[in-house]
């Protein structure tokens, strides 16, 4: 071990307190070994750090920081190296606001269009995810931070998320849901991983050993720390026994006792403690710095940010070529977004941005016939017709009409899913009403997650930005008036209507348990293998210019093509290389995403672009062997500007790896066809290798420790149902008024084991445990057995301060 000499001087008591965090964001310190404290600090588009009262949620204002585009926006560019061009920014400011780990970027999978948190997960396709990672992490990381890839893994939904059991095939697992770490793993060298908070087969993430040294450290490589979710430890003594180093937030003396009972019972050999601090003060001695830089370029930064977010914007419709908007045309704008913009998501990673650019505020810089502005909305959806009224007039008297609108921030928070695809009725409504009276309508989304667009034949064009960050206004004006070519594609699969979506009868639980029934078949993997229409497919998007594609030459190991701008303007083509095989034996998605390129291109020129193919080009995860194999065979080569849009096609002969098991089309018909909304239990069983988990809660009406809180609405105690009535009331009217609150969606579906693990030691777990036998209808023992969990607590925390 490296640091045999600090460890080995140390108490067990002190090593145990080093596997809790000190506060809500850092480490334990001992000054007297010379282990400094280690900040953490919440950061996938920018730094979170509280200078005041600390929360992990965002509802207490933190030190200003650049505000960058959302992962979900970063995706877009298909560019790793823009991506870590910005995770350079983002590592410089951490180290000027002396944050030592930087938690992200996010990379879980978009499984469904409603989960809360989709503007912070890059897409739905873990190559492209994975790639956009490692940008990030070796940007973060080269400015001596570390960075920390989250939520490890198969974490696609906020209802329940600390007390849901994500249910999975094996092969689903390691080829969508653990591929995109892998590469931010190998690729990036991340420093660190945070757990996620569900179970993976009813186990916890913090506590799999099958994940955390079998995968991450055996396989990977990975020379890090993990570190839990906030509140995501269940059994701290095996989470650290199984590969975790670090449960944050601060748990407390109650903690250190844990660990300190299961070395003595023998459950914790010391040895294995001992081993997860080397690894954990590996990272807190390699990120200190004594002296951290004081200041970094704020407006450097925001330019940084402003490129970023143009070369995200999408343009997903442009009718008779009206944009970017001509000279002399007259033109209105509409909508709330326009005057406030809607630039990032809730929750966690909210940013305190050093300055905000607003459509309105720069509109009269740009070279554009502006006539007015109208509201139009009610940000929260309500219905309000003066203001309806007021931007139909607008509209009328204007050449065209640029409508802002999109999602708002109730829509997409984190701790809380959205419960359709569609835009607030009172924006589609609007939309319609401008289209009578004015046949240029130009929509400008704004949104980090997938929308339904039933009015998209209404309008002239489509522009999305998504969630832009703190420069995305000017950014979408460059763009709507051409000084820059729109270049990004999409990152997921824009569906006509929900019911279209491949997980939609399976998300987003049965009460415990969540089904992964349509196994592989994620996004696009699912729309083409089942010929399902959409809206707008995957990596789709349009440009001021226009690009050919020609002379394929294949190879095993490269792809190589030309690509000439055959349009007007100078602009940056996306090339996406796909690989499919039809199999006999193995079922598989018919294209799979498994390399890209962005290549920049004047008006009329071309070049010679190759695209290597790695590991991952033909590779399946075979569960028979337990090992990563390859089929032999004749793989398609496809060369798209889309999933749909193939260009160049060829064929590739490929040397397989082993004598493949054939996994029997009678036993799973459906997941050869990629017909799988409605998978039956029996077939479900076939692909999982054993019976289906019983995902119910209890029968008997009593609840456990990892319940929900938002289950005691069936408690045997009535205490504990009023309880529950109230705080659903609070959601509910919270929610209503467009203003969700934070902490109460938290609790709410916080398991009971949370309120030890989320009050700083205040509560102990034999306090949790005397909370749960009360609501389980033993009031006045559970009672007792509570004020006396209260003084051991006191004592216990006396006992741990004085060593």
């Known amino acids: 071990m490296k640091y045999q000499k600090i460890i080995s001087q140390m ?9 809790s965090g000190k506060d809500t964001w850092s480490t334990v310190d001992f000054e007297k070994y010379g282990i400094p404290a280690m900040h953490l600090s919440d950061g996938p588009h920018g730094i979170r750090k509280q200078a005041g009262a600390a929360d992990h949620l965002g509802l207490n204002a933190s030190v200003p920081a650049t505000c960058f585009p959302t992962a979900a926006t970063m995706a877009n560019s298909w560019n790793e190296k823009l991506g870590e061009e910005l995770g350079v920014c983002l590592g410089e400011e951490a180290a000027v606001q002396d944050v030592q780990v930087l938690l992200g970027p996010a990379l879980n999978m978009k499984r469904s269009p409603l989960c809360g948190r989709n503007f912070e997960y890059f897409c739905e396709d873990p190559y492209l995810a994975g790639k956009m990672a490692a940008g990030y992490v070796r940007g973060i990381q080269s400015q001596g931070v570390a960075a920390c890839p989250k939520h490890f893994a198969v974490n696609s939904q906020e209802l329940r998320r600390m007390a849901s059991n994500s249910v999975l095939d094996e092969r689903t697992f390691r080829e969508i849901y653990a591929t995109g770490f892998e590469i931010a793993v190998k690729e990036g060298k991340a420093k660190s991983i945070m757990s996620s908070y569900n179970e993976i087969n009813g186990v916890y993430a913090n506590e799999d050993e099958h994940l955390l040294r079998e995968i991450l450290v055996d396989e990977w490589g990975f020379d890090g720390f993990v570190v839990s979710d906030w509140g995501a430890s269940n059994d701290h003594a095996m989470g650290v026994k199984n590969g975790s180093q670090l449960e944050m937030p601060s748990t407390g003396a109650d903690g250190a006792k844990l660990i300190i009972d299961a070395v003595k019972d023998g459950s914790l050999p010391e040895g294995i403690l001992d081993e997860r601090l080397d690894e954990l003060l590996n990272v807190i001695f390699a990120t200190h710095k004594e002296n951290a830089p004081k200041s970094f370029d704020q407006e450097k930064h925001h ?19 009206i944009l970017p908007l001509k000279k002399g045309l007259s033109t209105a704008v509409i909508g709330d977004f326009a005057q406030t913009p809607r630039y990032q998501g809730a929750g966690s990673s909210v940013v305190n941005p050093i300055k905000l650019d607003t459509t309105l505020d720069l509109i009269e810089s740009y070279d554009i016939s502006y006539t007015g502005y109208a509201r139009g909305y009610e940000r929260t959806g309500a219905k309000n017709e003066a203001l309806m009224k007021e931007a139909v007039e607008l509209a009328s008297h204007a050449n065209a009409a640029l409508i802002y609108a999109g999602l708002d921030e109730i829509s997409e928070t984190e701790g809380l899913d959205r419960v359709q695809m569609k835009m607030p009725q009172n924006q589609i409504d609007l939309i319609y009403e401008i289209a009578r009276v004015n046949q240029n309508v130009i929509v400008v989304l704004s949104a980090g997650s997938v929308v339904e667009m039933p009015w998209i034949d209404e309008v002239k064009a489509v522009i999305h930005g998504y969630l832009g960050g703190q420069a995305g206004a000017g950014a979408m004006l460059d763009v709507l008036t051409g000084k820059v070519c729109p270049s990004g594609k999409l990152n997921e699969t824009y569906p006509v209507v929900y019911e279209d979506t491949p997980a939609y009868r399976y998300y987003p639980s049965k009460e415990r348990s969540t089904e992964y029934r349509e196994g592989l078949y994620i996004g696009y993997r ?13 990596g789709y998007g349009l440009s001021y210019t226009s690009f050919a594609y020609s002379d394929l030459q294949e190879e095993k190991d490269k792809v190589t093509f030309t690509i000439t701008n055959t349009g007007k303007a100078d602009g940056a083509e996306i090339a996406q290389i796909y690989v499919g095989m039809r199999s006999a034996k193995i079922y598989r998605p018919v294209k799979e995403l498994k390399g890209f390129t962005k290549v920049f291109l004047k008006a009329g020129e071309s070049k010679r672009v190759t695209v290597e193919l790695d590991d991952k080009a033909f590779r399946y995860f075979d569960v028979s062997s337990n090992s990563w194999e390859v089929e032999g065979g004749t793989y398609t080569i496809m060369v798209g500007a889309s999933v749909q849009d193939i260009r160049l096609s060829g064929e590739v002969e490929v040397e397989g790896s082993k004598a493949v098991q054939k996994e029997m089309l009678e036993a799973l018909p459906h997941y050869f066809s990629g017909k799988i909304t409605d998978i039956s239990d029996g077939e479900f069983e076939k692909l999982l290798g054993h019976k289906i988990p019983d995902g119910s809660w209890n029968s008997n009406g009593l609840l456990d420790m990892n319940d929900a809180l938002c289950q005691m609405y069936y408690a045997k105690n009535p205490v504990a149902r009023l309880a529950c009535r109230i705080m659903t009331n609070m959601k509910n009217k919270s929610e209503a008024k467009g203003e969700p609150n934070l902490n109460i969606l938290f609790i709410y579906n916080m398991p009971f084991r949370g309120l030890a693990k989320m009050t700083g030691g205040a509560i102990s777990m034999e306090m949790a445990e005397a909370i749960l036998f009360m609501a389980n209808g033993h009031f006045f023992r559970g009672l007792g057995r509570l004020i006396k969990g209260f003084f051991a607590n006191n004592k216990l925390q006396k006992t741990i301060q004085e060593g």
Do not use: G
Request: one cysteine or more; aromatic letters at 10%.
């Open 11 to 19: 108490t067990l008591t002190e090593k145990a307190l080093m596997m």
């Open 303 to 321: 330019q940084v940010a402003k490129k970023a977010a143009a070369e995200c914007i999408v343009l997903l419709k442009n009718e008779e070529d």
């Open 526 to 538: 699912y729309y083409e293998t089942a010929n399902v229409p959409v809206r707008f497919p995957f």
